[in-house]
């Protein structure tokens, strides 16, 4: 379910146990406010009223808090998109339009923004199941110039960004391994600044695994809050995990190891990124009451085995034109 508010600038998804929540401000800027238990539109709006994080030196009130941080502007996170074209690299966006859809498997939440100057637009889907808890969530790019203009060249577009909450600690699980030693599972201490796993291979195997999971450092088999992401692409792949100042975390990921130029992107022709899916801790979650960290995994099986968790595997999105 989808459920809109704050004048069609406010927008709420709710699956079966949990919800998130997000908002264009005045400013065309989108920002997050809520991935967890259920809430109501009530609810996300209050989160929205209430004042933003105290300016500080050298820090950006906008770092950890933007839906998919684009290169430009007062920034200094890891962009989702970068683009150039005509000598000028950055993109300067403005809101267009936000539409709720519902394509048969779950409602769709599509935010378009426009790039005037190189004649760009980005839409970002996202989609939720009601039977579920698992967010979906990915890209699609549009040259809008007529044609005989420039390409865009796309340096990088990652499918989404993540942002999770302000903690004291943040540990950070992923899966690598090797021929015979598939999907060893390593954990480390996420210490401020940034933490890149990927991979070069041009195919997704056992190597490392394009999966992400983040939690207080508390979590045990039984209980604790999990953070979780996959990115649904079998291709050379990269997913950047930045720990802030303040102790908020911020996951970006999507297709390509670096930044040197996915596409050139000609008039009329679009590119639409894989899905980076997210399943975040539920109303059943908590510290007497979470599922943990096999719970976390469980919660990408379908429903008839896994009742009550996220209910979906994350696949590619469907046809955006």
């Known amino acids: ?43 996300a709006e209050a989160l929205a009223a209430e004042p933003g994080p105290p300016e500080r030196p050298f820090e950006s009130p906008l770092d950890g808090r933007e839906e998919y941080p684009v290169e430009g502007g007062p920034r200094f996170v890891r962009p989702a998109l970068s683009v150039h074209a005509g ?35 980005i839409t970002l889907h996202y989609r939720m199941r009601d039977d579920g808890d698992v967010i979906e969530r990915w890209t699609t790019l549009t040259h809008t110039g007529n044609t005989g203009q420039e390409p865009v060249e796309l340096l990088r577009a990652d499918s989404a960004a993540w942002s999770l909450p302000a903690r004291d600690r943040w540990r950070l699980s992923h899966l690598h391994g090797r021929w015979a030693a598939e999907s060893r599972l390593a954990r480390t201490e996420l210490t401020p600044g940034e933490k890149v796993i990927g991979s070069r291979r041009g195919h ?38 930045q720990r802030l100042a303040d102790g908020a975390v911020q996951a970006v990921g999507g297709v390509g190891h670096d930044d040197a130029g996915q596409l050139l992107l000609a008039p009329g022709e679009s590119f639409t990124t894989p899905v980076f899916a997210g399943c975040g801790p539920t109303a059943a979650s908590g510290p007497r009451a979470a599922p943990g960290t096999p719970g976390s995994s469980r919660g990408w099986s379908p429903a008839p085995s896994c009742p009550g968790r996220c209910s979906t595997t994350p696949g590619r999105p469907p046809s955006s034109r």
Do not use: K
């Open 87 to 121: 000598g000028v690299r950055g993109t300067e966006w403005r809101f267009s339009s936000g539409t709720v859809l519902d394509p048969g498997t779950g409602q769709e939440l599509r935010l378009r923004f426009h790039d005037p100057l190189h004649h760009l637009d």
């Open 204 to 241: 997704t195997s056992h190597h490392h695994l394009p999966w992400i999971a983040l939690d207080g450092g508390e979590a045990t088999e039984e209980s604790g809050e999990v953070h979780s992401c996959a990115l649904a692409w079998s291709g050379a792949w990269r997913i950047a995990v």
């Open 1 to 43: 379910m989808i459920e809109t508010g704050g004048s069609g600038r406010l927008w709420v998804l709710s699956g079966r146990h949990s919800s998130y929540a997000l908002q264009v401000t005045d400013r065309d800027e989108l920002l997050h406010l809520h991935w967890g238990p259920g809430i109501a539109v009530e609810d």
